[in-house]
């Protein structure tokens, strides 16, 4: 079995919509079984064809999202449309408790809210080798309509701006060439704590 990390910290990953969060995390997850957890979201939102509770997001009514929400239960929140979505804090905590370490695909509200809650995590940001690489890659994918990929584009403009603030990333990571920009990861992930 592969070995943990020496650095047990969840580990929050984000990046602009397209630039290959997913397929870097699954990586991760294939050559480390048993290592990693996604940490799966609450939802207010209806599932889609093919989702499962528990795997995808925990499905829960809207009244229970805002009961958890007023006890200070997320370490992130937020609103999309008009459904609720955040990342619960009991959820990192039994996924800790399995012995895996926590990776969590936040976008970037989502980021500074759990900068703010004071919870210790590593930050990685994964950023496209140009604009219009990521603009190949969103419309490559094959997964959005022409809305969306101009929606997403204008946020990644924003989350790129946003993530050349100093120190709000522990590593900044060009997924140029997806081996190299693993490898990384994986170091990073991996570094021997001090
Ligand atoms: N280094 C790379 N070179 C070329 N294509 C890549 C690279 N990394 C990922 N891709 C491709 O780019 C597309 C987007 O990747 P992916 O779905 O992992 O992005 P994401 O950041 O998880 O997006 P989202 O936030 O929307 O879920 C996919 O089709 C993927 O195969």
């Given amino acids: 079995m592969s070995p943990l990390p020496q650095d047990r910290r969840p580990v929050v990953i984000s990046g602009p919509s397209g630039v290959g969060k997913g397929t870097l995390f699954k990586k991760l997850f294939d050559a480390h079984k048993d290592c990693f957890a996604l940490s799966v979201s609450h939802t207010t939102r209806a599932p889609r064809a093919g989702e499962a509770h528990g795997v995808d997001y925990f499905y829960v009514p809207h009244d229970d999202f805002e009961a958890l929400a007023r006890a200070d239960g997320f370490v992130e929140h937020a609103k999309f ?3 609720r979505y955040g990342t ?6 039994d996924q800790t408790a399995k012995g895996r370490v926590v990776v969590l ?3 970037m509200e989502g980021v500074k809210q759990i900068k703010k ?6 930050y990685v940001f994964i950023k496209p080798p140009s604009f219009e690489e990521l603009e190949r ?9 022409e809305g969306s990929i101009v929606k997403r584009l204008e946020q ?3 989350e790129l701006e ?4 100093p120190g709000v990333h522990d590593i ?5 060439n997806i081996e190299k920009a693993y490898k990384e990861l994986e170091d990073f992930i991996y570094k021997p704590v001090a």
């Fill in 162 to 165: 946003f993530a050349n603030t």
């Fill in 117 to 122: 809650s004071g919870i210790e995590a590593r």
């Fill in 88 to 93: 619960s804090k009991q959820t990192i905590a």
């Fill in 81 to 83: 449309g008009s459904n």
């Fill in 105 to 107: 695909d936040i976008e």
């Fill in 172 to 176: 900044i990571i060009v997924n140029d």
């Fill in 137 to 145: 890659r969103l419309r490559g994918r094959g997964t959005e309509d």
């Fill in 156 to 158: 990644a403009r924003v």
